[in-house]
T-cell receptor
Framework: DQQVKQNSPSLSVQEGRISILNCDYT??????FLWYKKYPAEGPTFLIS?????DKNEDGRFTVFLNKSAKHLSLHIVPSQPGDSAVYFC????????????FGKGTKLSVKP | NAGVMQNPRHLVRRRGQEARLRCSPM?????VYWYRQLPEEGLKFMVY????????ESGMPKERFSAEFPKEGPSILRIQQVVRGDSAAYFC???????????????FGAGTRLSVL
């Protein structure tokens, strides 16, 4: 029973173009969403987050969009760079006393020069 | 380096042995979380601790696994009598504040890769 789903295992994009990574969730109690980037043999690195009271958050080349009615969020990277090649994980949490993040299975992004 | 420190990075154990994984949170962080990642999977939550307290262990297997975060020293994830199915990457994360909102940003260590022979 996957509460956070990343349906695309991989994505290939040309350098300079936009990368769009998608994430769907089923639990309407989620109130905070995060994106992490992971290189092989390293830990996940926090990228950007968004609260459920917002529909967009932007940080440099990274923008996260949240559509609560569709239970969908997406991460846009523009322009994409070869160094962005990594696995991207979407994660969600329920506020209050629960500390755990629920992760998707990840999408492997390849940015080709 | 003020990041989350995990050691060892790689740990090899034979079936039946004990594995001890250590995690030192970021400076100023008192909330620690352990996750496990199997190949081709996302990270799965195991346990959430604050100093000397287990807050949420809903993701911990009922047997052989335990975790602690003592007043002094790192957090320890202990796996007794390891089996081949315990082979995975174990990640520790820490946060500055209680769960919820922007204070729930969890920062991860590089992980410990456990191989059970």
């Amino acid at each position: 029973d996957q509460q956070v789903k990343q349906n695309s295992p991989s994505l290939s994009v040309q350098e300079g173009r936009i990368s769009i990574l998608n994430c769907d969730y089923t639990n309407s109690m989620f109130d905070y969403f995060l994106w992490y980037k992971k290189y092989p043999a390293e830990g996940p690195t926090f990228l950007i987050s968004i609260s459920s009271i917002k529909d967009k958050n932007e940080d440099g080349r990274f923008t996260v969009f949240l559509n609560k009615s569709a239970k969908h969020l997406s991460l846009h990277i523009v322009p994409s760079q070869p160094g962005d090649s990594a696995v991207y994980f979407c994660a969600a949490s329920v506020g209050g006393s629960q500390g755990n993040l629920i992760f998707g299975k990840g999408t492997k992004l390849s940015v080709k020069p | 380096n003020a990041g989350v420190m995990q050691n060892p990075r790689h740990l090899v154990r034979r079936r039946g042995q004990e594995a001890r994984l250590r995690c030192s949170p970021m400076k100023g962080h008192s909330h620690v979380y352990w996750y496990r990642q199997l190949p081709e999977e996302g990270l799965k939550f195991m346990v959430y601790l604050q100093k000397e307290n287990i807050i949420d262990e809903s993701g911990m297997p009922k047997e052989r696994f335990s975790a602690e975060f003592p007043k002094e020293g790192p957090s320890i994830l202990r796996i007794q009598q390891v089996v081949r199915g315990d082979s995975a990457a174990y990640f520790c994360a820490s946060s500055a504040g209680s769960p919820g909102g922007s204070k729930n940003i969890q920062y991860f260590g590089a992980g410990t890769r456990l191989s059970v022979l």
